[in-house]
């Protein structure tokens, strides 16, 4: 009897408390990983890259609140929101525990793009017109210890809504979303000052097209082959390339993917000679991506090298597999009182992160904050041909 309490007692210790703003594929994928990966033991475990990060699982998040404004998810359990339209991910798990998280209504801000209205009622945001509620009163009600924030492209004022919501909370974020939070040095302050972490900003999907296009850069100039030119067309079919049809919404995503692959050169393109960002939404893709690369370059003696290469995906899934692991650095930053931008997750697990690396020295430097071992850095001043210049920006 007595084994059994310290036992429930221990794996209650486990749980990181997560909250979601933004219950669209993305959420779905996570909210369907966490279960899909409870029991799994060996090779089951593949489509993971760290099965236990600090001793925690997948299993070990739990999710405590869940906001967004479409009238078929506010006010419906989370398990059944992340399934509702216009949500068209894969659903590779659809036995989920019943929670008693109910989505709550989330204010809508710039959350929704005009443009939603004249497309059909499965493909597009319809916004559930509710007085919204105190986010930060949410999250404190909520025990919440860290917010996912999946809003739309383009939403600049709902997600800095949001980040204000952890700040007041003192609650950490994992910003998914091309809104410069974590590597704005405002707003990086903003959190060190709360006393909570932040890992930001816009997801890096795990095998997608900026992993992908950064490996090739990095490829070319490793061998000594001169890149002259790129591009990076995308297509999909789901509500974040519908969302970014409306080219305003588009600066900071085309500014995020741009310098995650520029960042990988050892000298920049010019602007003319780079072309990377969404390029149409096709419906029946639903939420598989299509990526196209094109790369020209000169190798020994000039000789002109060309490369094309296209890589189909789940997109929703594969950001998940990246948050899933976000979600439980961020738990061990908390247990360390690490507060501010997490320099190494951010590098290795986010396109815009505070300090870009290349991705095997990420990779290396995140290993290292997850063991809790010193790693030196590269020195600001070794970085300086690849530091980001984002127009606008301090
Ligand atoms: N591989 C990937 O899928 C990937 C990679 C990198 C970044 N991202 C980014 O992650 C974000 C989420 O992607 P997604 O595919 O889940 O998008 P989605 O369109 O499926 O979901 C967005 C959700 O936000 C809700 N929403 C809109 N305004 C809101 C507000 N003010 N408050 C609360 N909720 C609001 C919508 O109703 C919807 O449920 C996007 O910005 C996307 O670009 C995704």
């Not at 890259?49 to 869940?66: P, Q, T």
């Amino acid at each position: 009897m007595e084994i059994e309490i310290v036992g429930a007692s221990k794996s209650m210790q486990k749980d990181i408390k997560v909250a979601i703003a933004g219950v669209g594929n993305c959420a779905s994928a996570l909210v369907q990983g966490v279960e899909y990966y409870r029991d799994r033991h060996g090779v089951a475990l593949e489509g993971i890259m760290r099965h236990s990060i600090g001793g925690y699982k997948c299993s070990d998040v739990e999710f405590v609140a869940a906001f967004d404004i479409d009238r078929r998810k506010v006010g419906r359990p989370l398990e059944e929101a992340i399934f509702a339209k216009p949500n068209c991910t894969r659903i590779f798990q659809s036995a989920l525990p019943v929670s008693n998280v109910v989505v709550q209504a989330g204010p809508v801000l710039d959350g929704v793009a005009e443009h939603m209205a004249d497309y059909p009622d499965d493909a597009a945001f319809r916004s559930a017109d509710l007085e919204p509620t105190d986010v930060a009163a949410a999250l404190r009600a909520s025990g919440a210890e860290v917010l996912v924030c999946y809003m739309p492209v383009g939403s600049e004022r709902a997600v800095k809504h949001y980040a204000q919501a952890c700040l007041d909370a003192r609650v950490a974020m994992i910003n998914c979303v091309p809104v410069f939070l974590a590597s704005d040095h405002t707003w990086a302050q903003k959190f060190r000052d709360a006393g909570v972490p932040i890992i930001g900003d816009d997801i890096k999907s795990q095998v997608g097209a900026t992993i992908v296009h950064r490996a090739l850069a990095r490829l070319f100039a490793d061998r000594g082959v001169g890149l002259d030119r790129t591009y990076q067309l995308n297509t999909g079919g789901n509500t974040d390339f519908l969302n970014m049809l409306e080219r305003s919404r588009l600066k900071s995503k085309k500014i995020s993917k741009t310098e995650s692959v520029q960042s990988q050169l050892d000298e920049r393109l010019d602007a003319r000679n780079i072309h990377i960002g969404p390029s149409d939404y096709v419906p029946w893709q639903q939420d598989n991506k299509i990526c196209f690369i094109r790369m020209e370059g000169r190798g020994f003696g000039d000789a002109p090298i060309e490369l094309e290469m296209r890589l189909s995906v789940e997109d929703s899934p594969n950001s998940a597999g990246v948050v899933i692991d976000a979600i439980r650095c961020v738990k061990l930053a908390l247990e360390r009182g690490e507060a501010g931008p997490l320099v190494a997750p951010s590098a290795y697990y986010m396109k815009s992160p505070p300090r870009q690396f290349r991705d095997s020295v990420a990779l290396e430097a995140c290993n290292a904050f997850i063991d809790g071992r010193n790693f030196d850095l590269p020195a600001e001043a070794a970085l300086d041909a690849n530091v980001i210049v984002r127009p606008g920006r301090t």
